[in-house]
């Protein structure tokens, strides 16, 4: 055993055995989950067992069913799949096998069971519940167990998690695995569309998902694909000719590749499939003849090493799971953990369940708009902005011409992911719309220079994966020069401002909002996506680029930590950006497994440092046989003036007294990621979208289609200098005259720290035991 089970003084034990297994496709995540169960059981004075191989496990007991201690799940975190095996158990099914699986969890003094899988594996989990009280009473009629051995087991308390990479569960926002799924899919396509444009072929990409389009959407959204076919809403009756127009339009306006995607499930409103080998032959055959292949994805997109996203995701929904255990009592419906508006829920598992069912007959009975509704709203949405940014001329979306707009578009603050992609969206609704995009190159020392040029739908078309910023991005604000800025906006008659950038960008429309009553020309709709690295923009929880960056920060630990483990007795201190907010620092702490994290919300101060020293070394102290793992402590940059990331590295090895040394690593600029991520990439395109609807609605706010009197644009209302953000799922506009009492304007951030409370989590799961004791 390791020492540290051993050495654990245990809060006051709840008594509960919990049994945790993996059952169904494997998807990426699942193994944060098992380990953020074991070590949350552990720490609440429980005992934890892996089931192995599934529902196989338990079906067949013995060496299957082994308890868990906390260094069992070391290293867990940053693995795909699982690795306590996962099988497609046939017996379970049976009510025989389920009665041997009640059978091994009595004996091995199991009463709760958490099942992380898809929507059969919580079917199977619940029938198992059910029958929970008839089965050991035929075990004890049958003499496999005795009145005595079963009492203490009248029930069976069972927590589902989702885990699959179809993301088709309607009662949770997004399965473990889904996200990591979507990275893969991503990097196949990018990889795909660079050969496409240089043989200027076209390509039919399959992706998984029988009965949901989630990859399939959120894969065409991410990468510019020009058609998209998925189960929940099939295309018009006559696709055909429909989805050769779309690529014809392409193809005129001079794009040389052709990506076109499909879900495995994807069918036509007839319900009959519609295949990628079909889709090829139209595509070869007059009026398109492309050259066309067909490629399927296929189990590359299972995932392996977990993205940021499903780390976080599946390590929050495991220690809610164990909450969950404790909370139940023999009354409580079985809760399934999922994740509703970036909040963690619980609901009754078999209306989950039964919701899923409900897709799959609303697709049979041909009710598309109930199988559409059941997703949420995001994907209804989503699919919206897909549209509105892939058509090209489409009348039905053009706004009247004295309606049409100048919009400039500009970059402000630091690169981040998702500024290309919500400029390149932007570009194309406003497009679709009637209106003139304009580039303003460099900022707002682009526009002193009219450094500014029109875009056009093709100029865009390649920056769906881009990072960085092809505007150019500085962090001039526009007080460099007020009133020249004012003189160029007038000179240039544009009608709205897009800004996207980071907090720079959000003070830069509170500067021009503020000087609207001197200078009229401000007196236009000017809005702001937020995209930093950050995450420090008041109004959002969310900006372009910090999934980006949380991923780069992620690759980089995960490399480091290899480094530190290889030479066993050794702590890297890492560094991490994000000014004075420690968004970043605890997010990908919590995704690596930090040992600790040091952030400007709560400062560092030598007791800090001396409480890590001792945990780590009673940690290194206890292992005798030189197999630890090496350790990491993420430091923001701006945490400490006097503990710099070199002094907290001297001081850490100096008090180890040998027992380890420590290393540093500042990450720097590779934290702003190389290509952006999916989430930034959908994220980005839902927001464009929505500011262009804003700026058309703050420009006419009441004007009747045939009033067209006094200026073009005039508006001084507050809300027409707003933030987009998302908070929980909603998209929300706010004024930056609102916003001020949001925002902490000495660190440049916003007051309101979402996720401060992710930090004890990062401390529960890398040392409960020993501070426990300390404390
Ligand atoms: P994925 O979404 O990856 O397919 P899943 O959990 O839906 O995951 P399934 O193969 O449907 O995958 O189910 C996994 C296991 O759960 C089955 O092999 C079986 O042991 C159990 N199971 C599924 N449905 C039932 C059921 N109706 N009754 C009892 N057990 C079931």
């Not at 055909?240 to 014809?248: R, S």
Request: proline share 4%; hydrophobic share 40%; aromatic share 6%.
């Amino acid at each position: 055993a390791d020492p540290i089970d051993e050495n654990i003084t245990p809060l006051k034990s709840k008594g509960k055995r919990i049994g945790v297994l993996t059952s169904g496709g494997d998807a990426p995540g699942m193994n944060a989950a098992v380990r953020a169960i074991v070590r949350v059981a552990i720490s609440r004075g429980c005992e934890a067992y892996a089931i192995f191989e599934g529902y196989e496990g338990l079906v067949q007991g013995g060496k299957m069913i082994r308890k868990f201690g906390w260094a069992d799940v070391r290293g867990y975190l940053a693995i795909g799949g699982t690795l306590i095996g996962t099988a497609r158990c046939k017996s379970f099914r049976e009510r025989s096998g389920r009665l041997d699986a009640a059978c091994n969890l009595v004996k091995n003094g199991i009463d709760a069971l958490i099942v992380c899988g898809g929507d059969g594996s919580l079917t199977g989990a619940d029938i198992l519940r059910k029958e929970w009280p008839g089965l050991i009473e035929e075990l004890i009629q049958n003499g496999k167990l005795t009145v005595e051995e079963a009492d203490p087991y009248k029930h069976l308390t069972i927590v589902g998690l989702v885990g699959s990479i179809d993301n088709d569960m309607p009662s949770t926002d997004v399965t473990i695995g889904a996200v990591t799924s979507l990275h893969r899919i991503c990097e196949a396509v990018d990889s795909i569309s660079s050969t496409a444009s240089s043989h200027s072929r076209a390509f039919v990409i399959e992706v998984m998902g029988r009965r949901c389009g989630w990859l399939a959407l959120m894969a065409a959204i991410s990468t510019g694909a020009d058609f998209v076919f998925i189960p929940e809403r099939p295309p018009s009756e006559n696709w055909e000719a429909e989805m050769c127009d779309v690529i014809k339009r392409h193809r005129q306006l001079g794009k040389r590749r052709t990506i076109v995607i499909v879900a495995e499930g994807a069918i036509d409103r007839n319900l009959n499939p519609i295949k990628p080998d079909y889709i090829k032959e139209l595509l070869i055959k007059k009026p398109l003849e492309l050259d066309t292949r067909v490629t399927t994805l296929g189990h590359t997109q299972r995932g392996g090493r977990p993205c940021a996203y499903d780390r976080n995701l599946a390590t929050i929904q495991g220690v809610e799971a164990v909450n969950a255990v404790l909370e139940s009592t023999p009354d409580t419906p079985s809760p399934m953990i999922g994740v509703n508006e970036n909040k963690i829920t619980s609901e009754p598992l078999l209306r989950a369940v039964e919701l899923t069912h409900q897709v799959a007959e609303a697709i049979s009975k041909q009710d598309f708009r109930r199988a559409m509704e059941l997703r949420d709203p995001e994907f209804a949405d989503n699919y919206e902005a897909y549209r509105a940014t892939t058509l090209v001329d489409s009348e039905e979306m053009l706004v009247p011409e004295y309606q049409r707009l100048r919009i400039g578009i500009m970059h402000i603050g630091a690169p981040a992911g998702g500024m290309n992609q919500a400029t390149r969206a932007a570009v194309r609704f406003a497009l679709n719309r009637g209106h003139v995009p304009i580039a303003i190159y460099n900022g707002f020392r682009g526009i002193l220079q009219e450094n500014i040029r029109e875009l056009s739908w093709l100029d865009v078309d390649d920056w769906t994966s881009k990072g960085g910023s092809e505007l150019g991005t500085n962090r001039t604000e526009p007080d460099i020069d007020l009133g020249m800025v004012a003189y160029q906006i007038q000179k240039q008659r544009f009608d709205a401002l897009l800004i996207i950038g980071g907090f720079e960008a959000y003070d830069s429309v509170r500067e021009l909002r503020d000087a609207r009553d001197k200078y009229p020309a401000f007196c236009i709709p000017i809005v702001c996506i937020p995209a930093t690295i950050s995450n420090n923009v008041p109004g959002t929880d969310f900006s372009l680029g910090s999934d980006t960056s949380l991923n780069a920060i992620v690759d980089s630990c995960d490399a480091i930590k290899q480094s530190a483990s290889a030479s066993r007795r050794r702590v890297f201190v890492v560094e991490v950006h994000g000014g004075q907010c420690g968004y970043l620092a605890v997010l990908s702490g919590l995704a690596v497994g930090a040992t600790s994290t040091y952030i400007p919300e709560e400062g560092v101060s030598l007791k800090t440092l001396l409480a890590d020293v001792n945990h780590l070394r009673r940690r290194y102290g206890d292992d005798k046989k030189g197999t630890s793992s090496g350790r990491l402590i993420l430091r923001n940059e701006c945490v400490s003036k006097t503990y710099t990331t070199d002094v907290i590295a001297k001081i850490i090895e100096t008090e180890g007294s040998g027992l380890f040394d420590s290393r540093t690593c500042v990450l720097g600029h590779i934290q702003q990621g190389g290509a952006s991520s999916p989430l930034d990439r959908i994220r980005a395109i839902r927001l464009a979208v929505r500011c262009i609807d804003f700026i058309e609605r703050q420009a006419f706010p009441s004007m009747s289609p045939h009033e067209k009197a006094g200026p073009k644009v005039y508006t001084n209302s507050e809300e027409s200098a707003s933030v987009i953000g998302i908070i929980g799922a909603q998209v929300v506009f706010s004024s930056v005259v609102d916003l001020l009492k949001e925002t902490d304007k000495k660190n440049r951030k916003s007051k309101r720290a979402w996720w401060i409370h992710f930090k004890e989590l990062v401390d529960l799961l890398s040392k409960w035991g020993y501070s426990e004791k300390e404390a």
